[in-house]
C-alpha cells in the first residue's frame, strides 16, 4: 500500500499572494480544512508544506501555503500532487476502500474465474466503475455492494458475482 496518498493536484496559481487552486482528488472537499501539513513530490523527494490558509471556490480548493508568498513561488507547483500520510487520511467506513489501494487487485468470479486485474476506476458520480483487464479483453464492472461479495486486502483479490449480460 502507499504510504503518501494524493488528495489533490494544484492546477493553477490564484491571485498574486501566492496562493494556488487545487482540483480535489477526494469524495470530501471540505477534508483539506482538517489538514495542516502536506507533501509534494519534488525530484522523487516529498517536501513539506505547511497550510496557513484554505477557501473553496467551486470545485475547487485555493490553498495558501505558508512561505510561498508571490505569483512565481506559486507557478512552481503547478501540476504537483498534493500528498498527505497515510495516518492522515479520512477513517473510512466499514467496507469502503481508498481506490488506490484496488488498484492491481486480482479481480474473480465466485466460481474462481479469472476475470483480470483493477487498473482504474471511473468515479461517474452515482458509483463507481472498476475497470478490469486480462489479457483477452477489458470489461467495465459496476462497484455496487451486490455486485463486489469480497474485497480480500491482505490477498489483492476481489470476488464478484456479475449480473447477467455482463460479460
Known sequence: MLEYISV????????????VKVYPLTDNIERFEQLNLVY?????????????DIKYLKNMVIIK??????????EKLRNKYI??????????????????DLIG?????????ALGKVVDVIET???DVFVVKSEAKE??????????KKVDMEN????????????
Request: hydrophobic share 40%; aromatic share 4%; net charge negative.
Open 65 to 74: 501555503f505558508k512561505d510561498i508568498d508571490d505569483v512565481q513561488a506559486a
Open 8 to 19: 489533490g493536484q494544484i492546477v493553477n496559481t490564484h491571485g498574486l499572494r501566492g496562493e
Open 139 to 148: 470489461i467495465l464492472i459496476p462497484g455496487l455492494k451486490s455486485i463486489f
Open 105 to 113: 487487485f486480482q479481480v474473480l468470479t465466485e466460481d474462481g474465474e
Open 125 to 127: 458520480g452515482s458509483n
Open 83 to 100: 500528498k498527505v500520510h497515510r495516518k492522515d487520511t479520512v477513517k473510512l467506513p466499514e467496507d469502503t476502500f481508498l481506490i488506490c
Open 40 to 52: 509534494v513530490e519534488e525530484d522523487t523527494k516529498l517536501i513539506s508544506l505547511d497550510i496557513s
Open 156 to 167: 489483492e483479490k476481489m470476488i464478484v458475482e456479475l449480473p447477467e449480460g455482463l460479460v
